[in-house]
């Protein structure tokens, strides 16, 4: 006989409805995503008033919840812009106002997004009173980033695609369990034995997890550049979820082609790591082209993993299948590099997956998390992990790169120093900048050439993710070490020619 499963969400209904006071008004109840979204007429009550009742929910279901406003009730547009206007100070550098009609949020975009907040919140409260619509402020970076523009311009235009990929997702994380969490398999598809092409596949026998997909750049043959996606137990149509550690290509550079073979599914990673993640897929393509090389994926796979992506904060849990829930943790990598953490069960298996990661504290990021709740299984990135693989101390590194510089400048000549667009380049520009600023570097002028310079702008929207030192320089003195007079962005190829000829200088 066929078992019979209740609709999840008409017990969701019933629980929320006895909650909520009825002159709040719930118009709607479903999922998006881990989330549960309560559509509601007087969203302001839930939200400010009397927002102990969505957190009584919360304890009840043990569910995020996200509540929305009806669009009966929502402000026009003009009206809204106006109010925010009125309300938020002119100092907080408001930029652009974008309407996400079917979430209800405006979202405000602001250079000093503490001041568009205001204390505890009070300035987005006054403007959900009078407008209805959830307000939502997102830095501008200090550099413009077209990286970042893109990816908003998708997410905020393609509204209708977004909401119901979020409510698909959503509709298969709280399937009913149909399967007993009894073993756990994990499954190497790359990246084991070798540097390239990461992926690993997480199995249980209700859910299936794919954390990283990328590629191997310097493969010669097309068999050896992209992981095992052909293997049996991997099946785009019933993968769950897949989880990003970091946007280095080895780890990212293949997940374009699995929305390419039809997958439909989230993908989960920080928010650094979604626009850094873009900037190098939408480059390999470039590169490829340049080269008369055929792609494997197009930009519009890019923009369909846009539209699935959804991004977390560190140290926050989230059902992302039935029996599955993940933690990121900072990895120290690179700029927003995360530590899977995934939680099979209720309690019966613990994984955390590094990725790469750093042990050790930078002049850009802090050092790596190292404590977990609980871990049963570890799986650690171990590229330098050799006996031999004993790195010089960071001091006597910096030595060198002082004292060759300024060799250099003092002969007459010119310092070229090629460097990873992401994280080794960012360093290298604070290092430059700090000992020009202590007097122990030579003051001539540092262009910033390449991807660097979009990778860097990325970079001036997430200080949260930055140092300590950093955050504090950036949010509480307004001192931003990447904008710093020393250092000249490279924008038209024919600025290479002058500065050949021209005076020493850092490239």
Not at 332 to 345: E, N, R, Y
């Amino acid at each position: 006989m066929k078992k019979q499963f209740q609709d999840p969400l008409s017990k969701i209904r019933e629980i929320v409805l006895s909650k909520i006071p009825e002159d709040v008004t719930v118009t709607r109840i479903n999922f998006e995503g881990s989330k549960l979204a309560i559509y509601v007429k007087k969203p302001e009550v839930l939200l400010v008033d009397k927002s102990y009742i969505i957190s009584d929910i919360v304890e009840t279901m043990k569910r995020r919840i996200v509540v929305r406003s009806d669009p009966s009730v929502r402000a026009p547009k003009e009206e809204v812009k106006a109010v925010i206007s009125q309300v938020i100070p002119e100092e907080a550098g408001v930029e652009n106002i974008i309407f996400d009609d079917v979430l209800g949020e405006v979202i405000i975009e602001a250079k000093k997004t503490g001041l568009a907040i205001g204390k505890d919140g009070a300035l987005l409260q006054e403007v959900l009173r009078k407008t209805k619509w959830i307000p939502r402020v997102l830095r501008t970076p200090s550099i413009p980033s077209k990286i970042i523009a893109n990816i908003r311009h998708v997410l905020y235009t393609d509204t209708k695609e977004r909401e119901k990929a979020l409510r698909e997702d959503g509709e298969r994380i709280f399937r009913p369990l149909i399967f007993p969490v009894d073993e756990v398999l994990l499954i190497p598809l790359g990246g084991f034995r070798e540097v390239g092409r990461s992926a690993i596949l997480v199995k249980t026998k209700e859910s299936s997890i794919l954390v990283d997909c990328g590629i191997n750049p310097g493969a010669s043959k097309p068999n050896q550049m992209f992981p095992y996606l052909d293997f049996d137990c991997l099946d785009l149509d019933s993968l769950d979820a897949v989880v990003v550690t970091h946007s280095h290509l080895d780890h990212c550079g293949a997940i374009p082609l699995l929305y390419k073979y039809g997958y439909k599914g989230p993908v989960y990673c920080s928010e650094p790591t979604l626009s850094l993640m873009v900037l190098v897929q939408l480059d390999y393509l470039d590169v490829a082209a340049k080269e008369g090389v055929i792609p494997p994926y197009s930009q519009r796979d890019v923009r369909e993993m846009i539209l699935h992506t959804v991004t977390l904060r560190y140290g926050y849990v989230v059902d992302i299948a039935p029996d599955i829930k993940l933690t990121l943790w900072n990895a120290g990598h690179i700029l927003g590099s995360s530590i899977a953490h995934l939680h099979i069960g209720e309690g019966h298996y613990n994984i955390v997956i590094t990725g790469d990661f750093k042990n050790g504290k930078t002049m850009l990021l802090d050092a790596s998390s190292t404590n977990f709740p609980r871990v049963e299984a570890l799986v650690m990135e171990s590229t330098y992990g050799g006996e031999e693989d004993v790195m010089p101390p960071r001091q006597e590194v910096e030595k060198l790169l002082i004292s060759t510089v300024n060799e250099t400048i003092e002969n007459g000549g010119k310092v070229l120093i090629p460097t990873p667009a992401i994280g080794r380049g960012q360093e290298i520009m604070i290092v430059l900048d700090s000992y020009m600023r202590k007097g122990l570097l030579k003051e001539v002028p540092i262009y910033i050439d390449g991807m660097l310079n979009e990778a860097t702008a990325i970079h001036t929207a997430y200080p949260e993710y930055l140092s300590q030192e950093l955050r504090d320089l950036i949010l509480r003195e307004d001192v931003n070490v990447f904008q710093s007079e020393r250092f000249t962005s490279i924008s038209n190829p024919n600025q290479r020619f002058e500065i050949a000829e021209s005076e020493p200088s850092i490239i």
